[in-house]
C-alpha cells in the first residue's frame, strides 16, 4: 500500500503532465473545430518544434523555455503556410484528399528529419531539470511546475485571442457557419490558415515545456500525439473546455496507472477510462451531437 502523501504527489504530477498534454490537444482540437480536419500531421509538427527548441539550445544556448519565444512565431509561420498552400488546396476535393494530404505531409517531415538528424536521440541538459519543488508533504518536479504554469497562462490566452480579438470573433464566426461568414466579407481561407497557425504554435510552446524532462527523435511527435488524439475524442472533437479538462483528466489517470502497474503500463489506464467514457457518452465529456 502507499501512503497518501505519495497517492496525492502522483496526482499532482498527473495534474502537470496532463496540463502538457491538453495544450498538445488544444492546438489539435481547435484545428478540427474550425476547418472540421483531423490533422494527422500534427505529431510530426510537434516533432519540429522540439528539435527547433532543441537547436535554438545546442547552436545559440537558448534555455528552452526562452527558445519558446524564437520558436512560437517560427511555427506560426510554418503553419499558416502549410494551410494556405498545401492543405488548403487540398481541401478543395473529396474529404479523403484531406487526410491524405495531412497524412502525407507527416511521413515527409518524419523522413526529412531522419535526413537532416538521423536516428539519434536528443536531448538538453539543464541545471534544473531534475530539481524538486517542495509543496508542504509533497515533492513535485520544478519542469513539471513551470509546464502547468506555462500551459494555464497559454490557455488564458488562448481564450483572450478567440473572444476578446477580430481575428478571433472572425475564427468562431466561420466555425459556426461559413458561408455566412464569407457573406459579410471575413476571408474563410485566411481564417482557417490563421487557425491552423494557432494550433500549430501551441505545439511550439508544449515542445519548450517537454525538451528539459524528454528527448526528441525523429518519430517522438507520433507518442503525444496519439494520446492528443485520445483527449480530444474524450473532451468532445472540437471542444475547447473538453481538451483543458479531458488532458488534465488523462494525465492523473496515467500518473496513478503508473504508479501501480509500473510505467511500462502506464497508458493502459487512458484507454480503459476513453472506452468507459465512449461506452456511457459517446460524444465525448464535452461534445454535442450532430
Known sequence: MYSPTIIFEALMNGLMLGAVYALIALGLTLIYGVLHIVNFAHGALLTVAMYLVWLASDRFGLDPY??????TPMMFAIGYCLQRFIIGP???GSDNGILLATLGLSIVIQNLLLAGFNSDTRTIAT?????IVPLGPLLLSLPRVIGLGVSVVTAVLLWAILNRTDIGKAIRAVAKEKLGASLVGINVAHVYAMTFAIGTACLAIAGGLLMPSFYVSPTTGAAFVLVAFTIVVLGGMGSIPGALIGGLLIGVVEAISSLFLGDSLGQIGIFLIFILVLLVKPTGLFGARA
Open 90 to 92: 487540398a481541401s478543395r
Open 127 to 131: 541545471d534544473y531539470a531534475f530539481e
Open 66 to 71: 526562452v527558445a519558446i519565444l524564437v520558436v
